[in-house]
């Protein structure tokens, strides 16, 4: 049934002034799967998602794509922490910009800016500016811009860390539903052990100095999962499971 | 009580307006009361005469200023952007050019433009590279700073979507440096008009085709100190009007999006 899609192995990351971000991190990511990775701040989360977007090169091991020459570009969107828009360009504009340098024309490209605008639920603001929309609006316009490419894989860095709780909520569920739909593979970073567990089938538990994969938790949650489900004991009992080995795992790095 | 309150638009006209009639009133009745002489310090009825009996003369005057000040304007603008985005490109550019470019701005115009006027043939030519030496750095210097701001994450995009550098450039750095740039050029409108005056002054030229610097040399040697000021106003307000279009501009080009721009109650 499942795939690999991605094989890293023994993969390690020493930065320009000796810090050792990661260290000998062996994971494989398969096709069409829901994976979080969970830890606390400077565990290398967000380094070890731009070594599998190809932003920063490890110092050590390697990252294999099943599919060699599909490596990256145009096959992976990438969800910021930030929303990261251009300020001067339109909600439009800023879906447009990676099917803009992927060479495509604008009328090629309406099609597509349209239909990830309106997976997001931001069909009629097409033609705002950023700076008129709330923050949860501005993350979603950054999501729409990274299915438009419709990508293989999403990566995305503690996307919804600094909004508020319903609107985290209702980004995850929508999260969720784009996943389904588009048959994505998607890598979640959070530090929210409710976050992890509410979206993800497997949680990949981190540990910091250096960063290290501690535990893997799998979630045996059903793919449909919908608001109701945070009120379950199941849900309870698993964010218990996955916050108890956080904190291990933070303990004995801290140790 | 409430000093820091922000006035209203008309206030805002009214204010500088009334001040500054009382301080040319202030001004008319102290010439009048002392019996100054015209030719220490004529009073603003005597100078607003003379630029009514002589504002043709000095108006085709302030008008060969002016293109020598717009035509410097604009070169430093193409050459400006063109020296930013070329020191954009590589910091190996950068480095050996920067320097150089500080150089040009730290000499002061006066000192060399007489260098200038001996090498460049032309007159007008001399004049325009004088003016522009002098407006050329804020472009330069705040575009470069522009070209280099751009957004961290988005610039991790760019190399995500294997942006060329042409893409980058134009897409995000150029877009990015847009606000620094117009900053620039407000500056370098107002240091054009001065660069043009500064080398009309040390060229010294006489003939049909005088710029406002020379006639205020002119009306200085036969001191007529009326048509002075009434030159020196002139300069003052095409200076004013080159700032308030340029000021303009930006605002009109920056409204959609920059932070400079956007209406504060939002």
């Known amino acids: 049934m499942t795939s690999p899609l991605l094989t890293l192995s023994g993969v390690g990351k020493v930065f320009a002034n000796g810090v050792e971000a990661l260290s000998g991190i062996d994971l494989t990511v398969n096709r069409g799967e829901f994976l979080a990775l969970l830890g606390a701040s400077g565990c290398g989360k967000s380094t070890l998602l731009r070594l599998i977007a190809g932003l920063a090169e490890p110092t050590s091991g390697t990252v294999r794509w099943a599919d060699a020459q599909h490596e990256r570009s145009g096959r992976l969107g990438f969800v910021f922490q930030d929303p990261t828009l251009m300020p001067w360009a339109s909600v439009a504009d800023n879906v447009y910009l990676p099917l803009r340098l992927a060479g495509m024309s604008r009328e090629d490209a309406k099609p597509r800016i349209e239909e990830a605008l309106a997976a997001v639920d931001l069909g009629e603001f097409a033609g705002a500016m950023p700076r008129e929309l709330s923050g949860g609006m501005r993350m979603r316009v950054s999501i729409a811009r990274a299915v438009v490419t419709r990508p293989e894989i999403l990566l995305l860095d503690e996307p919804f860390a600094a909004l508020d709780e319903p609107t985290r909520f209702k980004l995850n569920e929508d999260l969720l539903h784009l996943w389904r739909r588009h048959k994505l593979t998607v890598i979640f970073v959070t530090h929210s052990v409710f976050e992890s567990v509410f979206l993800a089938e497997r949680v990949i538990v981190m540990k910091r100095r250096p960063g290290r994969i501690a535990t893997e938790i799998a979630v045996p949650l059903p793919a449909e999962r919908a608001a109701g489900l945070r009120m379950s004991a199941e849900f309870g009992a698993l964010c218990r499971t996955v916050s108890e080995r956080l904190a291990l795992a933070t303990e004995a790095a801290a140790a | 009580?409430?000093?820091?309150?922000?006035?209203?638009?008309?206030?805002?006209?009214?204010?500088?307006?009334?001040?500054?009639?009382?301080?040319?009133?202030?001004?008319?009745?102290?010439?009048?009361?002392?019996?100054?002489?015209?030719?220490?310090?004529?009073?603003?009825?005597?100078?607003?005469?003379?630029?009514?009996?002589?504002?043709?003369?000095?108006?085709?005057?302030?008008?060969?200023?002016?293109?020598?000040?717009?035509?410097?304007?604009?070169?430093?603008?193409?050459?400006?952007?063109?020296?930013?985005?070329?020191?954009?490109?590589?910091?190996?550019?950068?480095?050996?050019?920067?320097?150089?470019?500080?150089?040009?701005?730290?000499?002061?115009?006066?000192?060399?433009?007489?260098?200038?006027?001996?090498?460049?043939?032309?007159?007008?030519?001399?004049?325009?590279?004088?003016?522009?030496?002098?407006?050329?750095?804020?472009?330069?210097?705040?575009?470069?700073?522009?070209?280099?701001?751009?957004?961290r994450g988005l610039d991790d995009l760019f190399r995500l979507y294997k942006a060329t550098p042409g893409q980058t450039l134009r897409y995000l750095q150029l877009p990015t440096s847009l606000p620094y740039f117009l900053a620039g050029l407000r500056i370098s409108g107002g240091l054009a008009l001065?660069?043009?005056?500064?080398?009309?002054?040390?060229?010294?030229?006489?003939?049909?085709?005088?710029?406002?610097?020379?006639?205020?040399?002119?009306?200085?040697?036969?001191?007529?100190?009326?048509?002075?000021?009434?030159?020196?106003?002139?300069?003052?307000?095409?200076?004013?009007?080159?700032?308030?279009?340029?000021?303009?501009?930006?605002?009109?080009?920056?409204?959609?999006?920059?932070?400079?721009?956007?209406?504060?109650?939002?």
């Open chain 2, 194 to 266: 001065i660069g043009a005056v500064v080398a009309e002054f040390v060229a010294g030229t006489g003939g049909s085709e005088t710029g406002l610097a020379f006639r205020i040399l002119e009306a200085g040697y036969r001191l007529q100190i009326p048509r002075m000021f009434a030159a020196l106003v002139l300069l003052a307000l095409a200076g004013i009007v080159i700032y308030v279009a340029l000021d303009r501009l930006s605002h009109l080009v920056l409204r959609r999006w920059h932070e400079s721009a956007l209406p504060k109650d939002r």
């Open chain 2, 1 to 151: 009580m409430n000093e820091k309150a922000p006035l209203g638009r008309l206030p805002r006209l009214l204010a500088p307006l009334v001040f500054g009639l009382l301080f040319l009133a202030v001004w008319e009745a102290l010439v009048r009361v002392y019996a100054v002489p015209v030719y220490i310090l004529p009073g603003p009825l005597l100078i607003a005469r003379t630029l009514w009996t002589d504002g043709a003369s000095l108006l085709g005057a302030l008008w060969v200023t002016l293109r020598i000040a717009f035509a410097a304007l604009a070169a430093a603008i193409v050459l400006g952007l063109g020296l930013a985005i070329l020191m954009s490109r590589s910091r190996w550019i950068e480095a050996s050019l920067l320097p150089y470019a500080v150089i040009l701005q730290v000499t002061p115009i006066v000192a060399i433009a007489p260098l200038i006027i001996i090498w460049a043939d032309d007159i007008f030519l001399s004049l325009l590279i004088c003016a522009w030496l002098v407006a050329f750095f804020p472009i330069v210097s705040n575009t470069t700073l522009g070209l280099h701001s751009a957004d």
